[in-house]
């Protein structure tokens, strides 16, 4: 089955620098990777997303890229700001449809005014 | 986005009882729910997919007869907790996905239900 990984456990950045958050999966067949951002006691947010069919993702201030050929992927933060600290944790799905997600262990990011 | 509610948000029980968490999806059919469980600054593992209609799919490792799950409609999936220990005390959230949706794959949380047993 699908095993994610996922680096660095905690990451803590001053505000308005970039932050960068890596992911790497074993099922070549998976093909969505999202990313959600979970603050404390609370559920997990969609932030965004990747399909396999794409390298590269952009929303404001974030972006994921993808690689398939080596089976990573990656979240970047740009000019970060205190708001941005949470948990944000990757996720890989095997197939289309409802599959399940497979999550990474979880990046804390605190982002220092 | 769609949306997904919890109920209840937070439960503490004694020891021995059961305890039910409702999922429900808000303002979309939900024909397939997750439903995960989460120990504090852990990752969120999956338990169980529920599928309306039908049997739920265990992962490995969780008992089918102690976290009973019933997704008798296409809005309400349950998560029965039975004969519960402190053990079991954690944090319960689901999710589903939008069948209609362009992109089926996109799940959305309910704001998860905080379960202690005493």
């Known amino acids: 089955g699908e095993n994610v990984e996922q680096h660095p456990s905690t990451l803590s950045v001053q505000e308005g620098d970039s932050a960068v958050i890596k992911c790497t999966y074993s099922?070549?067949?998976?093909?969505?990777f999202p990313w959600y951002k979970q603050e404390l006691g609370k559920r997990p947010q969609l932030i965004i997303d990747i399909r396999s069919n794409v390298g590269e993702k952009k929303d404001q201030r974030i972006a994921v890229t993808l690689n398939k050929t080596a089976k990573h992927f990656s979240l970047h933060i740009t000019e970060t700001q205190p708001e941005d600290s949470a948990v944000y944790f990757c996720a890989a799905i095997g197939d289309t449809g409802f599959q399940k997600l497979v999550f990474g262990t979880g990046t804390r990011l605190l982002v220092s005014p | 986005g769609a949306v997904v509610s919890q109920h209840p948000s937070r439960v503490i029980c004694k020891s021995g009882t059961s305890v039910k968490i409702e999922c429900r999806s808000l303002d979309f059919q939900a024909t397939t729910m997750f439903w995960y469980r989460q120990f504090p600054k852990k990752s969120l593992m999956l338990m169980a997919t529920?599928?309306?209609?039908?049997?739920?799919?265990?992962e490995q490792g969780v008992e089918k007869d102690k976290f009973l799950i019933n997704h008798a409609s296409l809005t309400l999936s349950t998560l029965t907790v039975t004969s519960a220990h402190p053990e079991d005390s954690s944090f319960y959230i689901c999710?589903?996905?939008?069948?209609?949706?362009?992109?089926?794959?996109?799940?959305?949380f309910g704001p998860g239900t905080r379960l202690l047993v005493l």
């Open positions: 529920s599928n309306e209609g039908s049997k739920a799919t265990y």
């Open positions: 099922d070549s067949a998976s093909n969505y």
């Open positions: 999710s589903a996905g939008r069948p209609a949706a362009r992109y089926q794959e996109t799940q959305y």
